[in-house]
């Protein structure tokens, strides 16, 4: 560890030496010295639990807006989305713009009922349960989701977002037929 004395700085530093006994003394006869690699590659941007809870809260605002572009300005350059109601998976910004324009008519807003957060480097997720309920008519969808944010050009974008519909609904409809079909 070195104090640099122009600033006060202080900084840690892998180092070897080797030494070789030269006209009677040791001397120096090589010395190697770099920055530890955590310098280098840094701690990641920091984040907490209650703030990656927060991005979905960004990303519910963008949809209040109903303006597709707001609402994918929250996803990072090379985003994929899977929506609950489509089965073209969106790769690009185009579409997941084009997915946000049909999406946005039923005026969603959407609330966590259970998630899970993990944190790694420059990167999170939440995943869990949560509800929308489309202001156009009044109707209320709860699906699984995950969202995984990555810190790009300064700021936490939403790289992979997962949408899908509860099971419980598709296992009623099955049993439903089922039902008829024996009918």
Request: charged fraction near 25%.
């Amino acid at each position: 560890e070195f104090t640099m004395g122009a600033t006060g700085d202080v900084v840690k530093a892998r180092y070897s030496y080797i030494y070789v006994f030269e006209d009677g003394q040791w001397k120096i006869s090589h010395h190697h010295s770099s920055v530890m690699p955590e310098a280098v590659l840094g701690g990641g941007e920091p984040i907490t639990k209650d703030e990656v809870r927060g991005l979905f809260n960004k990303w519910n605002d963008a949809l209040a807006t109903l303006d597709s572009k707001k609402v994918t300005s929250r996803y990072a350059k090379d985003a994929v989305l899977l929506p609950t109601v489509s089965d073209t998976p969106r790769t690009d910004s185009a579409l997941i713009t084009d997915y946000f324009d049909g999406f946005l008519k039923k005026k969603p807003q959407g609330v966590i009922l259970d998630g899970e957060v993990m944190i790694g480097k420059n990167w999170c997720q939440d995943a869990g349960i949560y509800e929308f309920t489309m202001g156009a008519d009044g109707s209320k969808v709860q699906a699984r989701y995950s969202f995984v944010y990555v810190f790009e050009d300064g700021e936490w974008k939403i790289s992979h977002h997962h949408s899908s519909v509860m099971p419980e609904g598709f296992l009623a409809l099955a049993e439903k037929a089922k039902a008829e079909a024996s009918s």
